[in-house]
């Protein structure tokens, strides 16, 4: 009977064991040896051993420049984005009449955001007769040519990135929810003000909600691709203003057909990825408050 009900659970899972093994790990294991060749897709891989790692870290300087680039926007768009989400959020928090609607629209560009549609509006609004360019001029103000001028379109594209806000909003939304309104009128009597009610109650029991949102944050800005391919002229221009890590690797893969090398660049891109999300997971035990864990230490009610 155990073998038979064995039998049963593996044929349950059989889709996603075929989904994990076929799409993700072999994959990945393939890219893992193709990042220790030369592999141009026209001719079988060459095993070079540690060649790109070696040229990526001591030659290229597109490498060090996408990678800058990339770190830069990561730590502008994601603390933007969740503060935006948040403010939203607690405005949205305090009762308003049709909240359902709000949040779907609201929601909206989280679904739209990444696509290639929402792309080019974007650049048509902030191009140099675009609507944005238009308001700052009923304001008396001049605008910027901000999506052709180097200086300027990585804040185009990070504004993007926090228009995109929706799916971090409805998740503090919903940790907001949580938190006990008792606290609040506890805290009132004892004369807390709203900021001092803000840092003291909001903050401490909205912590894992603001983790679980940088750590998603954090991964899916690494991965940039789709807004600086189109805000952009599709190879990272004007003058390698745009190249992000992921189109760096897209370029070499598929423009230059150096396989091997764009699989080595995202494996160092997986690590960084990692990295990241590591520190983070190491440091929560610090800042995160868990409403009721009476384990001890920081989570400590």
Not at 35 to 61: C, H, I, K, S
Request: a positive charge.
């Amino acid at each position: 009977m155990r073998r038979q009900n064995n039998r049963v659970a593996y044929l349950f899972m059989a889709p996603w064991l075929i989904g994990f093994f076929g799409l993700t790990l072999g994959p990945m294991l393939a890219s893992l040896y193709l990042a220790t060749t030369r592999y141009t897709l026209l001719t079988p891989p060459v095993w070079t051993g540690l060649d790109n790692f070696r040229e990526m870290f001591r030659e290229d300087e597109l490498f060090a420049h996408s990678l800058g680039l990339t770190f830069t926007y990561v730590f502008l768009s994601v603390p933007l984005r969740l503060a935006f989400a948040l403010a939203v959020a607690m405005a949205l928090n305090r009762g308003l009449r049709g909240l359902g609607f709000y949040r779907t629209v609201y929601y909206i560009p989280s679904l739209l955001g990444g696509s290639v549609a929402i792309a080019v509006v974007w650049r048509k609004v902030f191009d140099g007769e675009g609507l944005f360019n238009q308001f700052l001029a009923l304001l008396g103000i001049e605008g910027k040519a901000w999506v052709s001028h180097p200086d300027y379109i990585l804040y185009a594209i990070v504004a993007l990135a926090v228009w995109q806000f929706g799916s971090a909003m409805i998740i503090f939304l919903a940790g907001l929810k949580q938190i006990p309104q008792e606290l609040y009128e506890a805290a009132e009597v004892d004369g807390a003000g709203p900021v001092r009610r803000f840092f003291r109650i909001t903050l401490p029991l909205l912590s894992p909600v603001i983790f679980f949102n940088l750590v998603m944050g954090i991964i899916n800005s690494f991965q940039v691709f789709t807004p600086a391919y189109v805000l952009g002229d599709t190879r990272g221009g004007p003058i390698n203003s745009t190249l992000f890590y992921t189109l760096y690797l897209y370029l070499k893969g598929f423009s230059f057909f150096d396989m091997g090398y764009a699989s080595a660049m995202a494996w160092i891109m997986l690590l960084i990825i990692a990295a990241f999300t590591a520190a983070v997971f190491a440091t929560q035990k610090y800042w995160v408050f868990y409403y009721g864990d009476e384990s001890g230490g920081r989570g400590r009610a």
